[in-house]
Protein backbone atom coordinates (compact mmCIF):
# COMPACT_ATOMS: atom_id res chain seq x y z
CA UNK A 1 0.00 0.00 0.00
CA UNK A 2 1.75 3.01 -1.21
CA UNK A 3 0.55 6.89 0.00
CA UNK A 4 1.33 10.46 -1.29
CA UNK A 5 3.40 12.19 1.52
CA UNK A 6 3.89 15.89 0.82
CA UNK A 7 7.22 18.21 1.57
CA UNK A 8 6.89 21.53 1.18
CA UNK A 9 9.34 24.13 0.99
CA UNK A 10 9.10 27.96 -0.03
CA UNK A 11 8.67 27.67 -3.57
CA UNK A 12 7.72 24.16 -4.19
CA UNK A 13 5.55 20.68 -3.79
CA UNK A 14 6.91 17.54 -4.28
CA UNK A 15 4.83 14.42 -3.84
CA UNK A 16 6.61 11.30 -2.28
CA UNK A 17 5.51 7.87 -2.22
CA UNK A 18 6.07 6.54 1.05
CA UNK A 19 4.95 3.01 2.13
CA UNK A 20 2.63 1.99 5.08
CA UNK A 21 4.56 -0.18 7.15
CA UNK A 22 3.99 -4.00 5.73
CA UNK A 23 6.96 -5.23 7.31
CA UNK A 24 6.12 -7.08 10.53
CA UNK A 25 8.86 -6.29 12.21
CA UNK A 26 8.52 -4.08 15.62
CA UNK A 27 4.65 -5.35 15.53
CA UNK A 28 4.77 -7.85 18.68
CA UNK A 29 7.23 -5.60 20.38
CA UNK A 30 4.71 -2.10 19.82
CA UNK A 31 1.97 -4.82 21.63
CA UNK A 32 4.44 -6.05 23.80
CA UNK A 33 5.30 -2.53 25.21
CA UNK A 34 1.88 -1.31 25.45
CA UNK A 35 1.46 -4.47 27.94
CA UNK A 36 4.00 -3.40 29.80
CA UNK A 37 2.96 0.17 29.86
CA UNK A 38 -0.72 -0.06 30.61
CA UNK A 39 -1.49 -3.52 31.04
CA UNK A 40 -3.71 -4.17 27.80
CA UNK A 41 -3.00 -7.37 26.06
CA UNK A 42 -4.02 -6.85 22.33
CA UNK A 43 -3.16 -10.62 21.17
CA UNK A 44 -6.57 -11.48 20.58
CA UNK A 45 -6.92 -8.21 18.52
CA UNK A 46 -4.14 -8.68 16.31
CA UNK A 47 -5.84 -8.06 13.29
CA UNK A 48 -7.72 -4.91 13.88
CA UNK A 49 -4.80 -3.31 15.95
CA UNK A 50 -2.44 -3.74 12.79
CA UNK A 51 -5.08 -2.36 11.03
CA UNK A 52 -5.07 0.96 12.80
CA UNK A 53 -1.48 1.12 13.80
CA UNK A 54 -1.08 0.68 9.98
CA UNK A 55 -3.47 4.05 9.84
CA UNK A 56 -2.00 5.71 12.51
CA UNK A 57 1.39 5.38 10.84
CA UNK A 58 0.84 6.78 7.49
CA UNK A 59 -0.97 9.28 9.14
CA UNK A 60 2.13 10.25 11.45
CA UNK A 61 4.43 9.78 8.60
CA UNK A 62 6.20 6.86 10.33
CA UNK A 63 8.05 4.30 8.49
CA UNK A 64 7.85 1.16 10.57
CA UNK A 65 6.38 -0.86 13.43
CA UNK A 66 9.94 -0.82 14.85
CA UNK A 67 9.99 3.11 15.24
CA UNK A 68 6.67 2.85 16.77
CA UNK A 69 7.15 0.49 19.39
CA UNK A 70 10.45 2.54 20.37
CA UNK A 71 8.37 5.81 20.43
CA UNK A 72 5.94 4.60 23.01
CA UNK A 73 9.10 4.18 25.25
CA UNK A 74 10.52 7.40 24.80
CA UNK A 75 8.38 9.64 23.03
CA UNK A 76 5.27 10.83 25.96
CA UNK A 77 3.07 12.77 22.83
CA UNK A 78 3.14 9.39 20.84
CA UNK A 79 2.50 7.37 23.36
CA UNK A 80 -0.47 9.03 24.72
CA UNK A 81 -1.73 9.69 21.12
CA UNK A 82 -1.11 5.65 20.90
CA UNK A 83 -3.11 4.74 24.22
CA UNK A 84 -6.40 7.04 22.97
CA UNK A 85 -6.16 4.79 19.59
CA UNK A 86 -6.23 1.28 21.45
CA UNK A 87 -8.31 2.01 24.52
CA UNK A 88 -11.62 0.78 24.46
CA UNK A 89 -13.67 3.98 26.31
CA UNK A 90 -17.32 2.16 26.10
CA UNK A 91 -19.21 3.82 29.42
CA UNK A 92 -22.91 5.01 29.57
CA UNK A 93 -25.02 6.62 32.48
CA UNK A 94 -26.30 4.11 35.21
CA UNK A 95 -24.01 1.22 34.22
CA UNK A 96 -25.06 -1.94 36.18
CA UNK A 97 -27.29 -0.17 38.08
CA UNK A 98 -27.53 -2.17 41.28
CA UNK A 99 -23.84 -1.87 42.22
CA UNK A 100 -23.68 2.03 41.83
CA UNK A 101 -26.90 1.91 44.33
CA UNK A 102 -25.18 -0.64 46.91
CA UNK A 103 -22.04 2.13 46.41
CA UNK A 104 -24.06 5.37 47.55
CA UNK A 105 -26.05 3.40 49.85
CA UNK A 106 -22.79 2.37 51.84
CA UNK A 107 -21.34 5.61 51.00
CA UNK A 108 -23.98 7.05 52.87
CA UNK A 109 -23.38 5.23 56.11
CA UNK A 110 -20.33 6.65 56.42
CA UNK A 111 -19.59 9.96 57.77
CA UNK A 112 -17.98 11.10 54.49
CA UNK A 113 -17.19 9.09 51.62
CA UNK A 114 -14.33 9.30 49.38
CA UNK A 115 -14.39 7.22 45.59
CA UNK A 116 -11.91 6.60 43.20
CA UNK A 117 -13.53 5.59 39.78
CA UNK A 118 -10.08 3.55 38.25
CA UNK A 119 -10.72 3.96 35.17
CA UNK A 120 -13.44 6.46 34.77
CA UNK A 121 -13.22 6.60 31.32
CA UNK A 122 -15.42 9.74 29.93
CA UNK A 123 -16.74 10.46 33.66
CA UNK A 124 -20.54 8.65 33.14
CA UNK A 125 -19.72 6.38 36.11
CA UNK A 126 -18.21 9.38 38.29
CA UNK A 127 -21.53 11.59 37.93
CA UNK A 128 -23.90 8.54 37.77
CA UNK A 129 -22.44 7.83 41.76
CA UNK A 130 -23.35 12.07 42.44
CA UNK A 131 -26.72 11.44 40.80
CA UNK A 132 -27.50 8.12 42.81
CA UNK A 133 -26.35 10.24 45.99
CA UNK A 134 -28.15 13.45 45.21
CA UNK A 135 -31.51 10.74 44.82
CA UNK A 136 -30.91 9.48 47.89
CA UNK A 137 -30.94 13.05 49.55
CA UNK A 138 -27.44 12.20 50.39
CA UNK A 139 -25.23 15.91 51.64
CA UNK A 140 -23.41 16.52 48.15
CA UNK A 141 -20.66 17.80 50.81
CA UNK A 142 -20.08 14.30 52.23
CA UNK A 143 -18.93 12.99 49.12
CA UNK A 144 -15.76 12.80 46.76
CA UNK A 145 -15.42 11.08 43.68
CA UNK A 146 -12.18 11.27 41.73
CA UNK A 147 -11.97 9.66 38.67
CA UNK A 148 -8.66 8.56 36.67
CA UNK A 149 -8.28 7.11 32.99
CA UNK A 150 -5.51 6.29 30.53
CA UNK A 151 -6.84 8.02 27.72
CA UNK A 152 -6.97 11.64 27.70
CA UNK A 153 -9.70 12.39 25.51
CA UNK A 154 -11.59 10.63 27.67
CA UNK A 155 -10.40 12.85 30.19
CA UNK A 156 -10.96 15.77 28.27
CA UNK A 157 -14.49 15.06 27.93
CA UNK A 158 -15.15 14.18 31.48
CA UNK A 159 -14.05 17.47 32.82
CA UNK A 160 -16.45 19.29 29.60
CA UNK A 161 -19.00 17.52 31.14
CA UNK A 162 -20.66 17.30 27.85
CA UNK A 163 -22.69 13.97 26.32
CA UNK A 164 -24.51 12.29 23.56
CA UNK A 165 -28.19 11.09 23.58
CA UNK A 166 -26.22 7.39 23.53
CA UNK A 167 -24.43 7.93 27.28
CA UNK A 168 -27.97 8.96 28.86
CA UNK A 169 -29.96 6.05 27.02
CA UNK A 170 -30.58 4.29 30.56
CA UNK A 171 -32.17 7.53 32.09
CA UNK A 172 -35.61 8.48 32.49
CA UNK A 173 -36.51 11.95 30.91
CA UNK A 174 -37.24 13.16 34.69
CA UNK A 175 -33.57 12.48 35.22
CA UNK A 176 -32.67 13.76 32.20
CA UNK A 177 -34.22 17.00 32.89
CA UNK A 178 -33.01 17.15 36.62
CA UNK A 179 -29.07 16.48 35.35
CA UNK A 180 -28.48 18.19 32.65
CA UNK A 181 -29.09 21.29 30.38
CA UNK A 182 -29.76 19.97 26.53
CA UNK A 183 -28.17 22.11 23.90
CA UNK A 184 -28.95 20.95 20.73
CA UNK A 185 -28.33 17.00 20.47
CA UNK A 186 -26.00 17.09 23.45
CA UNK A 187 -26.34 17.12 27.16
CA UNK A 188 -24.16 19.18 30.10
CA UNK A 189 -24.49 17.99 33.83
CA UNK A 190 -25.46 20.08 36.14
CA UNK A 191 -22.38 20.34 38.29
CA UNK A 192 -23.07 22.84 40.56
CA UNK A 193 -25.81 20.90 41.87
CA UNK A 194 -23.71 17.63 42.58
CA UNK A 195 -21.33 15.99 44.91
CA UNK A 196 -17.68 17.54 43.29
CA UNK A 197 -16.21 15.00 41.13
CA UNK A 198 -12.57 15.59 39.64
CA UNK A 199 -10.54 14.00 36.50
CA UNK A 200 -7.26 13.08 36.08
CA UNK A 201 -5.18 11.54 33.14
CA UNK A 202 -3.52 8.68 35.49
CA UNK A 203 -2.13 4.94 34.19
CA UNK A 204 -3.42 2.72 37.14
CA UNK A 205 0.44 1.25 36.89
CA UNK A 206 2.12 4.41 36.96
CA UNK A 207 3.12 5.15 41.20
CA UNK A 208 1.59 8.60 40.36
CA UNK A 209 -1.53 7.54 41.09
CA UNK A 210 -0.84 7.05 45.02
CA UNK A 211 -0.44 10.51 45.20
CA UNK A 212 -4.29 10.73 45.45
CA UNK A 213 -4.45 9.43 48.48
CA UNK A 214 -6.82 6.86 50.11
CA UNK A 215 -10.49 5.87 49.25
CA UNK A 216 -13.17 4.22 51.49
CA UNK A 217 -14.72 2.95 47.90
CA UNK A 218 -12.33 2.28 44.31
CA UNK A 219 -14.95 0.89 41.64
CA UNK A 220 -12.40 -0.63 38.66
CA UNK A 221 -15.04 -1.57 36.33
CA UNK A 222 -14.55 -3.25 33.19
CA UNK A 223 -10.67 -2.20 32.54
CA UNK A 224 -9.00 -5.41 34.05
CA UNK A 225 -11.25 -7.53 30.92
CA UNK A 226 -8.46 -6.08 28.48
CA UNK A 227 -6.08 -7.54 31.29
CA UNK A 228 -4.38 -10.76 31.28
CA UNK A 229 -4.13 -12.75 35.03
CA UNK A 230 -0.73 -11.33 35.70
CA UNK A 231 -1.54 -7.72 35.28
CA UNK A 232 -5.48 -7.94 36.94
CA UNK A 233 -3.94 -9.83 40.08
CA UNK A 234 -1.17 -6.62 39.67
CA UNK A 235 -3.88 -4.26 39.28
CA UNK A 236 -6.14 -5.19 42.68
CA UNK A 237 -2.78 -5.40 44.80
CA UNK A 238 -1.85 -1.91 44.11
CA UNK A 239 -5.57 -0.45 44.67
CA UNK A 240 -5.92 -2.27 48.03
CA UNK A 241 -3.03 0.19 48.76
CA UNK A 242 -5.43 2.97 48.12
CA UNK A 243 -8.20 1.57 50.03
CA UNK A 244 -8.71 2.74 53.71
CA UNK A 245 -9.21 -0.28 56.33
CA UNK A 246 -12.05 -2.23 55.71
CA UNK A 247 -12.46 -0.27 52.69
CA UNK A 248 -14.35 -2.24 49.41
CA UNK A 249 -13.58 -2.65 45.85
CA UNK A 250 -16.48 -2.93 43.36
CA UNK A 251 -15.31 -4.48 40.21
CA UNK A 252 -17.18 -4.87 36.80
CA UNK A 253 -19.38 -8.35 36.47
CA UNK A 254 -17.35 -9.60 33.54
CA UNK A 255 -14.02 -8.69 35.01
CA UNK A 256 -12.36 -11.59 36.41
CA UNK A 257 -10.42 -11.20 39.42
CA UNK A 258 -7.98 -14.09 40.20
CA UNK A 259 -7.60 -15.14 43.66
CA UNK A 260 -5.75 -12.89 46.52
CA UNK A 261 -5.57 -13.00 50.08
CA UNK A 262 -5.70 -9.41 50.55
CA UNK A 263 -9.56 -9.22 50.03
CA UNK A 264 -12.84 -11.15 51.00
CA UNK A 265 -15.11 -11.55 48.29
CA UNK A 266 -18.96 -10.00 49.93
CA UNK A 267 -22.35 -9.85 48.82
CA UNK A 268 -25.10 -7.08 49.48
CA UNK A 269 -27.91 -5.77 47.68
CA UNK A 270 -27.57 -8.71 44.54
CA UNK A 271 -23.85 -6.55 44.12
CA UNK A 272 -20.64 -8.26 44.83
CA UNK A 273 -17.49 -6.16 46.37
CA UNK A 274 -13.68 -6.96 48.05
CA UNK A 275 -13.26 -5.99 51.05
CA UNK A 276 -10.19 -5.39 52.11
CA UNK A 277 -8.29 -7.65 54.59
C1 LIG B 1 -14.64 0.19 29.00
S1 LIG B 1 -13.99 1.58 29.87
C2 LIG B 1 -14.77 1.38 31.45
C3 LIG B 1 -15.28 2.69 32.03
C4 LIG B 1 -16.20 2.57 33.25
N1 LIG B 1 -15.49 2.09 34.41
C5 LIG B 1 -17.38 1.69 32.94
O1 LIG B 1 -17.43 0.54 33.45
O2 LIG B 1 -18.28 2.10 32.21
C6 LIG B 1 -12.30 1.02 30.16
C7 LIG B 1 -11.35 2.18 30.40
O3 LIG B 1 -10.13 1.67 30.96
C8 LIG B 1 -9.11 2.59 30.61
N2 LIG B 1 -7.79 1.99 30.88
C9 LIG B 1 -7.21 0.92 30.27
N3 LIG B 1 -6.00 0.68 30.81
C10 LIG B 1 -5.81 1.60 31.79
C11 LIG B 1 -4.76 1.85 32.71
N4 LIG B 1 -3.65 1.11 32.73
N5 LIG B 1 -4.90 2.88 33.58
C12 LIG B 1 -6.02 3.65 33.57
N6 LIG B 1 -7.04 3.46 32.71
C13 LIG B 1 -6.95 2.44 31.83
C14 LIG B 1 -9.42 2.88 29.15
O4 LIG B 1 -8.82 4.06 28.69
C15 LIG B 1 -10.95 2.95 29.15
O5 LIG B 1 -11.42 4.27 29.23
Known sequence: MLF??????NTTQITQEIPVPTDMDGFDEFMQNIKIFCGVDLSSKREITLQRLGAFAKNKQIKTFKEIASL??????????LLNLITVNETYFYRE???LKDVITYANDLPDARILCAPCSSGDEAFSLAMLASEIGMD???????????????ITQANSGIYNERNLHRLSSFQK????????????????????????IVNVFDDLIFNLGKFDIILSRNMMIYFDDAFRLKCVERLHKMLKDYGRLYTGHAD?????????KRFSNGASFYEKR
Open 4 to 9: NKQISN
Open 72 to 81: IRYHSETRQD
Open 97 to 99: LPQ
Open 140 to 154: ARRLSVVGVDINSEA
Open 177 to 200: ERFFNKNGDKYEIKKQNLARCEFK
Open 256 to 264: LVPYTPLYE
